[in-house]
């Protein structure tokens, strides 16, 4: 027991830092391409499909991760369905971001200016034509600074995948003090490496919103 | 109440009849009946509320209406069954607001619609932009973004937009309200040029100098309903006391 701080040990948290990155990385894409059916589903002309995914953002931001967490980990395992620490958090990442990336993607699709709608359907453009090429570059254009931002989110929520066993930052952290018993000193490198990851973000974040984002958004006449 | 009065006939591109509309409680339009023909020019004025956008935004099916009848180059409008996007391919609009697509060039706002709707090719549809762009005078404006155009050009790039997807009937939606009297003068000119050319258009517009000059019919609105309409004359010699005080020869 005991033995101080070595290169071993900031292997082994340089280590979970990346799959910290590695299950962030994944909560993006997953939710990223959840979250995007999800903001779609919240703009159907459809009442039906608005509803069910009004009623899925609800109860998935009504709901802690960590219980998503448990649910899936120990939760699934019950009904017979074994799931790795890695499936398990790369999943319920998923489904958490996907409500709130879904949410925060809804709002910048509606506020691009009706009228530019509008335009789009004066001009004979389906549905389909009318998202693609006119309502979503520049939703995007809005949407990057809020989703940058909510990275940092996302990152600092990866540190919940913990409680299933999921060897990430946070995690390696408890192992490597259960060994030394320096808290104060390893907690500190952890806060120390999530905020070096965070950080960068949150300035570009601001960066993106400072320089208007929207850069080509006029703000509308009447 | 009138039935449809053939609407259907080969000159007539708008007709509407007896046309209701509501929003909530408030009654927008209480049976407004008017008709344009091939190569006509009709003119909506009348005070803020009258109902005359609404009008305008129930031919191209911006809002459905509670009864009546509308039909426009054949389509009716007020079918529930209706071929939106056909009606649209035969209707160009032109807002207050221009509503340029931001992100793309002139080009870009204008070859879009030809090539996604019509599916006629890339060159075609730049071919043709160059053509509508010199129609509107500004040819030389192709690969600009809207933000770069004044309000002027840029609604004169609208019209172009609209121009590209040859429509048979134009509506125009107080095109020149957001602009200052020299802006506006260059894109009524425009206006002129196609209504010199034969294109059918219905307008919502506040100025009545333009008015004069360029409707073949003058539709008067007032609470809802027709209240006066015949030629440019009536501007000048306006017949009920309303339309008298709205175009200020009460003197």
């Known amino acids: 027991m005991g033995g101080s701080l070595n290169a071993n040990h900031l292997m082994f948290l340089g280590y979970g830092a990346l799959w910290t990155i590695g299950l962030s990385l994944i909560g993006l894409l997953g939710g990223g391409i959840a979250g995007f059916i999800v903001a779609l589903c919240r703009i159907s002309p459809s009442r039906i499909v608005r509803l069910i995914s009004t009623g899925y953002v609800q109860l998935i931001q009504g709901t802690p991760l960590l219980v998503i967490m448990f649910l899936t980990y120990f939760g699934l395992p019950a009904l017979g369905v074994t799931v790795s620490p890695l499936m398990a958090a790369g999943a319920s990442l998923t489904i958490f971001v996907s409500a709130y990336l879904g949410e925060i993607w809804r709002g910048c699709f509606e506020s691009v200016p009706k009228p530019q709608w509008e335009a789009a359907e004066g001009l004979a453009l389906s549905r389909s034509q009318r998202m693609m090429k006119v309502i979503l570059p520049q939703a995007v254009r809005i949407a990057t600074p809020p989703t940058v931002g909510f990275m940092v989110q996302i990152i600092k929520n990866t540190s919940l995948a913990s409680v299933v066993g999921f060897v990430e930052l946070a995690r390696s952290g408890q192992i490597i003090n259960n060994s030394l018993f320096e808290p104060f000193l390893i907690y500190t490198i952890i806060a120390v490496i999530y905020f070096a990851l965070c950080y960068p973000l949150s300035l570009f974040s601001h960066r993106l919103e400072k320089r208007g984002g929207p850069a080509r958004i006029e703000l509308e006449a009447a | ?251």
Not at chain 2, 52 to 79: P, Q
Not at chain 2, 107 to 133: F, W
């Open chain 2, 1 to 251: 109440m009138h039935k449809i009065t053939r609407t259907d006939t080969a000159s007539s591109v708008v007709g509407l009849s007896n046309v209701h509309k509501s929003f909530g409680a408030l009654k927008v339009l209480n049976g407004v009946s008017f008709e344009v023909n091939r190569g006509e020019v009709l003119v909506l004025i009348g005070r803020s509320g009258s109902g005359k956008s609404t009008a305008l935004r129930c031919i191209d099916r911006f809002e459905t209406i509670d009864s009546g009848e509308i039909v426009v180059c054949g389509h009716r409008v007020s079918d529930p069954k209706l071929n939106l996007r056909a009606l649209r391919q035969d209707v160009g609009i032109v807002f207050q607001s221009y509503n340029l697509f931001p992100h793309l060039t002139i080009e870009e706002n204008i070859t879009l619609a030809p090539c996604s709707v019509k599916g006629i090719s890339k060159a075609q549809a730049k071919e043709q932009a160059r053509r509508v762009l010199a129609q509107v005078g500004l040819e030389d404006k192709l690969h600009q973004y809207p933000e770069q155009l004044s309000g002027g050009q840029q609604q004169r790039a609208a019209i172009a937009r609209s121009l590209a997807m040859q429509p048979k009937v134009m509506l125009f939606d107080e095109v020149t309200s957001a602009l200052d009297p020299e802006l506006t003068g260059e894109v009524l000119k425009v206006i002129e040029a196609l209504a010199a050319d034969g294109m059918t258009m219905v307008m919502v517009t506040h100025e009545m100098g333009f008015a004069r000059g360029i409707a073949n019919r003058v539709v008067f609105m007032h609470h809802g309903k027709v209240h006066e309409t015949g030629p440019a004359a009536i501007l000048t010699s306006p017949a009920t006391p309303e339309l008298a005080q709205f175009v200020g020869t009460g003197l």
